[in-house]
């Protein structure tokens, strides 16, 4: 390519700032303008929590397939109850809001049994989910869908399964970035019938079903292709843990495991 026979005394050039700078004529060849690039933003992304052994959320329910949904009224008996559900194979606990001892009870389990995936539930309000989490809670529950404990959720990266039941509330769950969601209160609203029915238009969305689930009804609810997990509380009976009989409760988790294992081998 030739040079231009002819350059002007000065050639003035915009640069990318809308600023103009004189560059002289005997420079103009060899000179290269360089735009400066802005540092590539990617898409903001939310934290994605980590679980038992390094799994994630969704991960960690299709390995355990059960959740303990634990009333306990002393935080005495946390650590003891933790270490008997993962003595039983069961790495998973729902510690709910439904006692003043929620709070200590779970900051006693994070500091004692971090092995064991510690989630809150019956959370209603944003301030219940930060003392949760702030206590050690790594997933929440609530049984309703509330926009503003689903926005702090999502906000501080933590998982939430709120509680839905009806195609409405699916679709809003939806359309909040959420793909899990749990059913309540399942065998109220109809049991195994109903969560197939309502699931069906949703293929996108898995379901944990929770309320009236016993061992006896465990292995229909889990043969269900969108179920990920069911939650109860059979196992972990609020009396049983009053009078410290662990042993029981040991028994009754190694129970829901071996429900749990053969469930998913019929799958």
Sequence with gaps: MDRPSKLPSDLVLPLPSKKSVAIP????????????RRPLRSAPTEPQPRGVRGMDFEHMLSAVRVIPVVEIASADTAVPLARALVDAGLPCAEITFRTAAAADAIAAIAAAVPELHLGAGTVLTVAQAETALAAGARFLVAPNLDLDVVAFARE???PILPGVCTPTEIGLALSLGLSIVKLFPAEAAGGVPYLKAIAAPFREVRFVPTGGIS?????????????????????????????????AIR?????????????????
């Design 25 to 36: 004529a005997g420079m103009w060849w060899t000179c290269r303008i360089q735009r400066r």
């Design 156 to 158: 501080r990266g933590a």
């Design 215 to 247: 061992a006896q009804n465990l292995p229909a609810y889990l043969a269900v292709t969108q179920v990920v997990a069911c939650g109860g509380s059979w196992m972990v009976k609020k009396d049983v843990i009053a009078a410290g009989d662990f042993a």
């Design 251 to 267: 028994a009754a988790a190694t129970e829901a495991v071996a429900i749990a294992a053969g469930a998913r081998v019929q799958r």
